[in-house]
């Protein structure tokens, strides 16, 4: 199952940079990457083809797969962590410290690098995250139904923020970016951004699944963590971190994006059963797919004008979170 989703991400991400305005062959688009690559010559591809390959679609859509796969397992871990089916980075208030951190940056400051975008997202994510545990108070054992209660109180507190950064602006030009923004695109991908997010989800994931025995503990309750020989108090502030730097990379470049983190794991346990270090794979490769869909028909659909590829993703999603409860309910238990 995972090489069957792997090739069709491969698949998705060729057909995606070979759709747009000007019509790229998928075995021209693989002719360019391969050439730039391994240098193994030109072939009877345009000069432009080429430079819209490599310097606008190849960047988004590689930042499209990236931030897919980051929002999926991230959705993925957090249902596990607090054992809530409903738990995704913006109910734990990890968008929302990310999107507070860049709107502050854009209306306050005035603008910047993609570096301090990526720094702003980053710090107020991981604000967000402990601001939640704090008030929830995970130190003292008192579980995780008030981590998920603590993150909607931070989530909307944090909105409320933003919201009032946007319409006391001076700008109107920064404000209305920044609502853009708010609800995602991937329409000026920075380098920079790209690569921090790419690192960051390498690592991320690849520490998540050496520990996915951890997470199936702890999703099974404090008590089976516990006769594992797992604090699940310090795991699950640790790994809630972790994940927020995770997240708050990836918003910094795509905006908020939502139900990616809440719908894919869901589909990924309905093909895979409860073990995370099968669920964590094929959430991120579902993800990764989704996304990079739904980015296509947000810059297509409609062209030349774009739509943030946050509605489409609500617009698929949420007809699907629909038909997953006239459906028997997934675990996020491990079995």
Do not use: C, K
């Not at 310097?55 to 991230?74: H, I």
């Not at 208030?93 to 400051?109: E, Q």
């Not at 971190?241 to 990616?260: C, K, P």
């Not at 094929?282 to 739509?307: K, N």
């Amino acid at each position: 199952m995972i090489a069957a989703l792997a090739s069709a991400a491969i698949i998705t991400a060729l057909v995606a940079v070979s759709i747009g305005p000007v019509p790229i062959a998928p075995s021209a688009v693989v002719g360019i990457i391969t050439d730039g690559l391994f240098s193994t010559g030109h072939g009877d591809w345009s000069d432009s083809a080429q430079q819209i390959v490599w310097g606008t679609r190849l960047p988004r859509v590689a930042m499209a797969l990236v931030a897919g796969a980051v929002l999926a397992v991230s959705g993925a871990m957090l249902q596990a962590l607090v054992r809530n089916s409903l738990a995704d980075p913006y109910l734990l208030g990890l968008n929302s410290g990310a999107s507070t951190g860049v709107a502050l940056v854009v209306l306050v400051i005035g603008g910047g690098s993609a570096l301090l975008f990526s720094g702003a997202a980053l710090a107020g994510a991981i604000g967000a995250v402990l601001l939640v545990l704090m008030l929830a108070g995970v130190a003292n054992r008192r579980g995780p139904l008030r981590l998920v209660l603590a993150g909607l109180a931070v989530g909307y507190a944090l909105n409320a923020t933003t919201s009032f950064l946007v319409f006391s602006s001076d700008s109107p030009e920064a404000a209305r970016s920044v609502l853009f923004w708010l609800l995602g695109s991937l329409a000026a991908v920075q380098p920079l951004a790209l690569a921090a997010a790419a690192v960051s989800a390498v690592i991320g994931i690849s520490i998540l699944l050496v520990i996915a025995p951890m997470i199936d503990a702890l999703a099974s309750g404090d008590d089976s963590a516990r006769s594992a020989g797992i604090d699940p108090e310090r795991t699950r502030i640790a790994l809630m971190v972790g994940v927020s730097a995770m997240v708050g990379v990836t918003v910094a470049a795509v905006g908020g994006v939502g139900f990616i983190g809440l719908v894919v794991p869901h589909l990924a346990r309905r093909l895979a059963g409860g073990r995370h270090r099968v669920v964590l794979p094929i959430s991120a490769l579902l993800g990764a797919i989704l996304l990079v869909a739904a980015d296509t028909v947000a810059r297509t659909a409609f062209a030349p004008q774009e739509i943030p590829v946050g509605v489409i993703t609500g617009i698929i999603g949420a007809p699907f979170l629909l038909l997953l409860l006239r459906t028997p309910s997934s675990s996020i238990h491990a079995s």
